[in-house]
Structures are given as C-alpha cells and as structure tokens.
C-alpha cells in the first residue's frame, strides 16, 4: 500500500526557490520527511552562495528539476537527532565544507587551460578538478599518461575531513571573510556573481531574515 504525501512527508518547511530557468528566486513552501533513526536535523543560520548554485537555477548543466531550493553552504544549529545517532547532539553547531587532496586542486570554474597545471605535478601527482566550468575543458591526454599523473574530482571532504579542517581552522583562529546578506537580497547577489560582481563569498543570513510564509 502507497505511502501518502501528507504521512511521507510531514513537516512542512520554507526556503526561497527558482521556478523555471529565468534564475528568479522567491518564497516557497514545500514539505520534507520526519527525522529518521539515522538523522540528524538542524535549523539553518546561515548559507553561501556558490556559482554552482547559480549554474543550478538557470538550469545550465541541464540537471535542474523546478521548484528549486538552491543553496549547500550551510551552517545551522542541530534540533533533533535519529535514535542511532552518536556523534551529534541537540544544540550543537554542524556544517560542512570543501575537502582538500593531495597534489594540485583546481577551483576555477571559467575557461582555461589545464596542460600548465598537468606539468606541475610530480609523477602519480593528481589534478582534482572542483570548479565546474559551463563548458567542456580540453584534456590533453599525453601528459597525463607519460608522467603517470591522475585527474579526479571532488564535490565535498567526508565528515573526517571536515571535521579535521574545521578544528583546524579553531584552532589556529583561520575566518573566511564574507559578504553577509538578508534573503530578499538574494536575487540581487545572483546577478552580481553572474557579473562577477563579488569580492567575498555571498552568505545569505537565514536565522534573522528568513520568514515564514503567510
């Protein structure tokens, strides 16, 4: 027997959302599952503004599935944790980052060229690729299988690694330096990061401008 919508997903919740291509972003409500054994649930505070958000609202990559709630920067405050849950308690600041690797890791989303980058790298060096260009980067292929070098990928650090670079950074007081916006902000944000209009990364601050809707 089907699971309803109202018994699968119960808790109602708001964000800010894209509804088609045009990039717009506007209150929405929308409805996510109770906390499950395994779970861990958080109140947001705060949240970047990555360009891969906006590549994502405009539907760029062609992935993009509308209503669309963008935003993966995240850090909030923990209100509830599943039953099998150990390494979390309620209260508790959570958030999560960019891992690192060895080698050479490229964060540039615009055009260039990778060959300069390949010829740095020791031999088994690797090039991790984590900006996320509109268009296809040519790979000169020969350097990597002469010098027995690796290219790879990465989105986000495991949770050890984020933990690591969080404590990290603690401890040897490393801040980011940021540009802290209100949401209905946000909008304007999108088309200063799509004009390159940004000097530090954009936070959106959720916890004191984020409204229930009506």
Not at 134 to 153: A, D, F, N, Q, T
Request: aromatic share 6%.
């Amino acid at each position: 027997m089907a699971i309803s919508p109202e018994k699968e997903h119960p808790r109602e919740t708001f964000g800010w959302a894209a509804r088609d291509a045009s990039a717009v972003l506007s209150p929405f409500k929308f409805s996510r599952r109770a906390t499950g054994k395994k779970d861990v649930t958080f109140k947001v505070l705060y949240c970047g503004i990555c360009h891969s958000d906006l590549h994502m609202i405009k539907n760029e990559w062609g992935s993009s599935i509308y209503p669309l709630v963008p935003g993966h920067e995240i850090v909030g405050v923990v209100t509830e944790v599943g039953s099998e849950v150990e390494n979390f308690k309620i209260g508790e600041k959570v958030g999560a980052g960019l891992g690192t690797m060895d080698g050479i890791i490229d964060t540039v989303s615009a055009m260039h060229p990778l060959l300069p980058l390949i010829g740095l790298l020791k031999s088994h060096g690797k090039l991790v690729m984590v900006g996320a260009p509109e268009k296809p980067l040519e790979l000169p292929v020969s350097p990597l299988i002469l010098g027995r070098k690796m290219l790879g990928g990465s989105g986000i650090g495991g949770m050890k690694e984020t933990q690591e670079m969080l404590e990290f950074a603690a401890k040897h007081s490393i801040t980011s330096e940021v540009e802290v916006i209100p949401i209905d902000y946000v909008n304007t944000a999108m088309e200063r990061l799509l004009k390159a209009d940004v000097k530090y990364r954009f936070v959106i601050d959720i916890a004191n401008t984020l409204k229930p809707i009506p």
